[in-house]
């Protein structure tokens, strides 16, 4: 994978990297630019910093799609500037980071060391709903649409620009992650994303970047995950398994989140 920037509107770009096939965004105003998503550990960050460096050396905005460690734990070397999330991102930051970073030293070891020496560092300027940022002259719209991939999924949309950065409310290349996901509400959200943000690119969290259509297919995958749920949880799994439309393993993940929103109805 070529981890170079992609343009993808008017001084708006895509980074994809190889760690996790994740995205980080790059919106470049006059004299100010955002950047979305600091990736997992101080390296990965650092690596980050130097490739927005060959871009443009303007000051920056920080945005955190959501507070899952491949997103936000590189947080800390792009301060003292702001760095914006939705209001549960900082809550969730603080009462699991620990967690999350105890379960990626886990399951990838070789991270231990770049695991260990980071500070986890929370958005400080959180919103619930929605917030406007004037990066350099533009205006760029911040959206909290619903409970999805996670509690605290952020959309971003850069309106002069066509492009929605979706977070990981929308993947490509890979299944959508349900484990710490709300399976029947994800369909609606990312509906209210296509209803409300009617910019022909999207830019999901991980994999390559894709259109209106794309995302569209996607959320009537998600759909069809949140209505098989809901039967299974009635009728039983075993006739119904062989009907969602994502590996067994991915479908036993969303079947477990659901179930959990269910049975707490």
């Known amino acids: 994978m070529n981890e170079q920037w992609q343009e993808v509107g008017d001084r708006v770009y895509v980074r994809r990297h190889r760690s996790y096939d994740m995205n980080v965004g790059l919106v470049v105003g006059d004299g100010h630019c955002l950047v979305l ?66 379960g990626v030293i886990r ?45 605290n999924d952020v959309v971003v949309q850069v309106p002069d620009a066509g492009v929605v950065f979706a977070g990981d409310l929308v993947e490509e290349g890979a ?12 369909p609606a959200t990312v509906g209210k994303m296509l209803e409300e943000m009617p910019e022909p690119v999207v830019v999901p969290g991980h994999g390559a970047v894709v259109d209106r259509a794309y995302a569209l297919a996607q ?28 590996p067994e393993d991915v479908t036993r993940q969303a079947i477990d989140r659901a179930f ?3 049975d707490a109805a």
């Open 260 to 262: 959990m929103q269910l």
């Open 37 to 102: 998503d600091t990736r997992t550990s101080y390296r990965e960050a650092a690596d980050l910093i130097d490739a927005i460096r060959r871009i443009t050396a303007v000051p920056w905005t920080i945005v955190n799609s959501h507070s899952h460690f491949d997103h936000c734990f590189g947080n800390a070397l792009f301060r003292p500037a702001e760095i914006w999330g939705h209001v549960r991102c900082g809550e969730e930051l603080e009462l699991y980071g620990e967690r999350q970073r105890a």
């Open 219 to 246: 959320r009537e995958e998600l759909a069809l995950v949140a209505e098989l749920a809901e039967r299974a949880h009635v009728e039983g799994l075993r006739d119904l398994i062989k009907s969602f439309p994502y």
């Open 175 to 186: 299944p959508p992650a349900f484990s710490d996901s709300y399976p029947l509400d994800w």
């Open 107 to 151: 399951n990838s070891p070789e991270l231990r060391d770049e695991l260990e020496e980071l500070t986890i560092v929370p958005p400080d300027q959180t919103f619930s709903t929605a917030a406007e940022l004037d990066i350099g002259g533009r205006m760029v719209h911040l959206r909290h649409f619903g409970l999805g991939h996670s509690s």
